[in-house]
């Protein structure tokens, strides 16, 4: 049996320098349902707060919601208050916290933070 995964990224240059970047990917829930997974979405410390992250997300969003996928969601350590506050910000809510989740970083434990979309649901 064949499994295909789709990944998705996308990347912020400013002069030809990387700044920002998204990946994801596409997972099969029980049933037929499909959900997105953020895999990471990071921007470079000097330019945060300039709307690369916002933009990196906000174009998954459109995707997730153009192709009608319901779900999105990642991971964040339980200590990531900037994180956890910018998804926020795009009604991404906590739905699980999973103790000792990592095992080379402390806190070991992180959140599953996670956006339901509707087709009419899509921009911050």
Known sequence: ?????????????????????????????????????IMTLGVLAP???????????????????KQNIPEIYLHVQTNNEDAINFYKKFRFEITETIKNYYTNIDPPDCFVVTKFI???????
Not at 6 to 29: F, H, M, P, Q, T
Not at 118 to 124: G, L, N, P
């Open 1 to 37: 049996m064949l499994t295909l995964t789709l990944l998705l990224a996308n990347s912020a240059y400013y002069s030809d320098i990387c700044v920002g970047s998204i990946a994801c990917r596409l997972e099969k829930k029980e049933g037929r349902a499909i959900r997105v997974y």
């Open 118 to 124: 509707t087709s009419s649901q899509v921009k911050k």
């Open 47 to 65: 330019y945060r707060g300039l709307g690369i992250g916002t933009r990196l997300l906000n174009h998954v969003l459109d995707l997730c919601s």
